[in-house]
């Protein structure tokens, strides 16, 4: 049966990362056998400034059809002073929310080939391997009430609400149970329970979830340590579960590890296992138009897609290997460059690949 992918590219550097792993999905197409069919809808500044919406109603539902998305990046400063609702962001939050996608999954691994460029000591990364598991639709970016106002004192204030109910939070828990049974069988749930009620919520809820998985080793940390502890003993990580806010900062922490924000991808599952697939970084407006931008980690999104939802595991390590054969030739996008290796451009590199993939 046909598969539908919607593209989204988005913003900035969007564009031009979607336009490689557009190429890897064709050559699958072309030379492996991979039944699908492209269509492409926009969202964020672009869509704000075609139809003044970050999420326009044609594209929400384009998605909604879609059997799997592949998201690029959106926003900018161009958009910066739009109101909240009119931001590129808000049409990304929305998408998630509207297609309850609530378990984003991260994974932080270290291809060997750049150690190097890992901000930490090549012994301390070596072998890294960690799945974050982000609950991506709730939490303060979507707690109410949030807003903005004035005190009685006349002066300006904001404020917002981290809010879970313990439904949204066994969802996220179960899935990340089950992600660490199949891993390592180590889960570490990341929260700020010394202070927060929703992190106390948060713990209580994963204990109670514990006794459904004895053979997953749990324990929690608080989330200051865990950014700690990430750059100071990453491996004693196996799965991460948290809350929407601290996975998202975690995340670009990990990003580091591995070399370059421009290598993590991720998936974002809804309850059926279908989802959105993006690279963890955003819009990148200092690099975008130049062609520098890594593509990596949105063919490797794309490789998260053959696996979750396309059921394509074997295209999936095929693209995962070719990634490696690529590192392997000293081909560097400027990101993970060292003094031995090949610079290449976004094109280069995305070429690179579908050439390793012919
Ligand atoms: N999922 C999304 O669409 C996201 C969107 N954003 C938005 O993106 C815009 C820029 O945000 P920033 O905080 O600057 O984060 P960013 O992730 O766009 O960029 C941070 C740094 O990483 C670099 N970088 C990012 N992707 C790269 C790639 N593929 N190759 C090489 N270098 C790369 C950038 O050049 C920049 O120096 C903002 O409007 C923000 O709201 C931020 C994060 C996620
Ligand atoms: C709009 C932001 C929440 C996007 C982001 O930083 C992310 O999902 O990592
Ligand atoms: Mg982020």
């Not at 004192?153 to 899935?175: F, K, L, P, Q, S």
């Amino acid at each position: 049966m046909t598969s539908r992918i919607l593209v989204m590219p988005g913003d900035g550097v969007g564009p031009e990362i979607c336009r490689e792993a557009v190429r890897v999905l064709d050559v699958l197409a072309h030379d492996h056998g991979l039944d699908i069919e492209l269509d492409e809808a926009l969202v964020g500044g672009a869509a704000v400034d075609s139809a003044g919406d970050p999420l326009p109603e044609d594209s929400l539902a384009a998605a909604r059809e879609a059997d799997a998305i592949l998201f690029g990046a959106i926003g900018g400063p161009k958009w910066d002073s739009q109101p909240r609702d009119k931001r590129p962001e808000s049409g990304l939050l929305r998408l998630r929310s509207e297609l309850g996608l609530f378990a984003n999954l991260r994974p932080a691994i270290l291809y060997s080939q750049l150690a190097h460029a890992s901000s930490l000591k090549k012994e301390i990364v070596a072998g890294l391997d960690i799945m974050i598991v982000r609950e991506l639709t709730g939490g303060i970016y979507f707690g109410k009430p949030a807003g903005q106002g004035t005190t009685d004192a006349g002066r300006r204030e904001a404020w917002n609400t981290m809010r879970y109910d313990e439904d949204e939070i066994v969802r996220i828990g179960r899935r990340a149970f089950e992600i660490a049974r199949a891993r390592g069988g180590r889960l570490c749930s990341v929260d700020k329970a010394n202070v927060l009620d929703v992190s106390q919520l948060w713990r209580d809820v994963m204990n109670e979830l514990a006794t459904a998985y004895p053979d997953v080793e749990l324990s929690h940390m608080y989330v200051d340590n865990a950014a700690m502890q990430l750059v100071r003993a990453p491996k004693q990580f196996d799965t991460i579960v948290t809350t929407n806010l601290f996975g998202d900062i975690l995340s670009d922490t990990a990003a580091m590890l591995t070399g370059s924000i421009g290598m993590l991808p991720s998936a974002s599952l809804d309850a059926a296992g279908c989802g959105m697939y993006e690279p963890v970084h955003g819009s990148a407006p200092d690099i975008a138009g130049q062609g520098v931008a890594n593509p990596l980690a949105t063919i490797l999104s794309v490789a998260m897609m053959l696996r979750y939802t396309l059921e394509r595991g074997d295209l999936a390590d095929k693209v995962e290997t070719a990634v490696g054969a690529v590192l392997d030739r000293g081909l560097r996008t400027r990101d993970i460059m060292d003094d031995e290796t090949q610079v290449a451009s976004t094109q280069e590199m995305g070429g690179a690949i579908v050439d390793m993939l012919r």
